[in-house]
């Protein structure tokens, strides 16, 4: 399809498409249009940046245009991906588009999002924790929603959404049209498809495991405690914006001040933040306020920023494949761009992990080579870096020069992370826009209960079943509790003796009968004073 008018699309539609000067469909969009126009379910794999929110918000929005009674959801798996779906659908839409829309995602006031809701929004984009946490509620329905949306369908079930997803859909009506939109197909994610979707057509742009053939990239060796040094140096050198990319939510912050501090204009991205302070950060970078995004990888995904120039991996990705999305954030719609990765002797597994994943071949090669060197009694090749082949087009290794921040505490210390499994931990990036663990129906940890309701059951006591009827009627054994105060030990207390049945001064009272013989292996200092063994 050259143009978008052979769709058939309505004339308001067209419209839209034209002010947004959309005017030749990417492959993504050339695929998957058509087919979900006829009502098919999709199951569509697609490279980043390749144009595929619109893919399936164009069908959508002609759905809604076309049937009054049509209702719509998208599912996405952050705030950030979210509120670029729902500002493509808008402009899709038009400005004096009749059809009501709500933003539902967490972070942001219920009462707002229940004001959307009751005027009866036609289209609805959200994240799955607050979706479900509405649809419990009561406050929001889907039974009228025929047309489902999950956009990076992987992360979402990386970020433990699998719970809160399966029970959306069974809100769902079950004659209903799914498009399911992934970066890569794993196991979970084609059972989900093959529980939830009625014979999907697939739809697959491009090989999801490489990297845009415009970016330049180039890799450093280096030591932990030089990377900021060389930070410093790279963004001299280079124009234009930049995101770097860091693990830990605590380091994309001192990062962001210690730029400030050495002069560049910088920002802090990550799942701690409130949201309108991630709202700000975002507007702000968009309209080149400042120049550097420091994040976690919940920038990673999906995120469309076209003057996004260079892309730093200051610290490598949790997920090998974040590696990619990370990439996806510069060389935006054909545009070029630059990405430096910052690779130490603590990532061997990880840098190995992404190798393998972008170039596997070349990466079995350097492990085989390695293992001979090894055999022959020689140090494996470190410092070598991966070589300007497949995807990469220079790779350097360095020694960058040290200043005197390199002894400065920060980045310093190996972290844990990098020593151990290269499996996310919580606290880390990849997980930090998951669900709390009562969203992910893990229940309330233990410390996270209110202090008098650290039973087992999450429920408000009046809630749990058989509670309005007495313990002894519902079969159970009187609990401790509920015996009258003097008869809960077999002994009386202190204060209930009468004042001459006192123990003697300096003796304890053990709550024993009186008469009570100590217990064989009871230590020493248990034993009645009288019988105790001379020294
Ligand atoms: P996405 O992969 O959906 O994030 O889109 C990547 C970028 O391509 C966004 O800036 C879109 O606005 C842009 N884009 C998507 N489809 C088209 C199109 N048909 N013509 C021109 N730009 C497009």
Request: net charge positive.
């Amino acid at each position: 399809m050259k143009t978008f008018k052979g769709f058939g699309l309505s004339q308001a539609l067209e419209n839209s498409l034209e002010r947004m000067n959309y005017t030749t469909p990417t492959p993504i969009q050339a695929q998957a249009i058509p087919i979900a126009l006829d009502g098919h379910d999709i199951m569509g794999t697609a490279q980043t940046g390749t144009g595929k929110t619109a893919a399936f918000a164009i069908p959508l929005v002609e759905k809604l245009l076309t049937d009054p009674q049509g209702c719509a959801l998208v599912l996405t798996p952050t705030r950030e991906l979210g509120k670029q779906i729902m500002d493509i659908m808008h402009q899709l839409l038009g400005p004096k588009s009749p059809i009501k829309t709500a933003f539902i995602i967490g972070g942001e006031p219920m009462g707002k999002q229940f004001n959307q809701l009751r005027n009866h929004p036609r289209l609805i984009v959200g994240t799955p924790g607050r979706i479900n946490d509405h649809l419990e509620r009561g406050s929001l329905m889907l039974d009228d929603a025929h047309f489902l949306v999950l956009d990076e369908t992987d992360r979402m079930l990386d970020m433990g959404f699998t719970i809160q997803l399966e029970r959306i859909f069974k809100y769902m009506p079950k004659e209903r049209q799914t498009l399911m939109f992934s970066a890569t197909l794993p196991k979970n994610i084609l059972k989900m498809s093959e529980n939830y979707m009625t014979n999907p057509k697939r739809i697959s742009v491009g090989e999801t495991n490489v990297v845009a053939a415009k970016i330049k990239q180039e890799v450093i060796r280096i030591e932990q405690d030089q990377k900021y040094s060389e930070l410093l140096t790279q963004l001299t050198e280079r124009t234009g914006s930049v995101i770097v990319f860091v693990k830990t939510k605590h380091n994309a912050d001192r990062m962001a001040d210690r730029l400030r501090r050495d002069g560049h204009t910088s920002e802090a991205l990550h799942g701690d933040l409130r949201q309108t302070k991630r709202d700000k950060v975002m507007v702000n970078f968009r309209k080149q306020n400042f120049r550097i995004l420091i994040a976690t990888d919940i920038a990673a995904r999906g995120l469309d920023v076209p003057h996004i120039e260079h892309v730093v991996n200051y610290d490598l990705p949790q997920v090998a494949e974040d590696f990619i999305h990370r990439m996806g954030r510069t060389a935006r719609a054909g545009a070029e761009g630059a990405a430096v990765s910052f690779v130490s002797n603590a990532d061997g597994r990880k840098w190995h992990a992404i190798e393998m994943l972008i170039n596997p071949e070349l990466a079995a090669q350097k492990k085989a080579a390695n293992g001979n060197e090894r055999r022959r009694g020689k140090k494996p090749s470190s410092g070598k870096s991966f070589a300007g082949k497949g995807n990469f087009k220079s790779g350097k290794a360095r020694s960058p020069k040290k200043s005197h921040d390199d002894n400065n505490s920060f980045g310093k210390k190996k972290s844990y992370g990098e020593k151990s499994s290269f499996k996310p931990r919580s606290g880390e990036s990849s997980y930090e826009d998951r669900p709390a663990r009562k969203e992910r129906g893990e229940g309330k940890s233990y410390s996270d209960r209110p202090r008098n309701d650290r039973s087992r059951d999450d429920r408000p006591k009046s809630d749990r079943p058989g509670n309005d009827r007495p313990k002894q009627e519902r079969g159970e054994k009187k609990s401790f509790g509920d015996r009258p105060m003097k008869k809960r030990s077999e002994g009386k207390s202190y204060q209930d003796r009468p004042q001459g049945k006192k123990p003697a001064n300096g003796k304890k009272f053990t709550g024993k009968p009186q008469g009570a013989k100590p217990q064989g292996n009871k230590p020493h200092g248990n034993k009645p004073q009288g019988k105790r063994r001379a020294a």
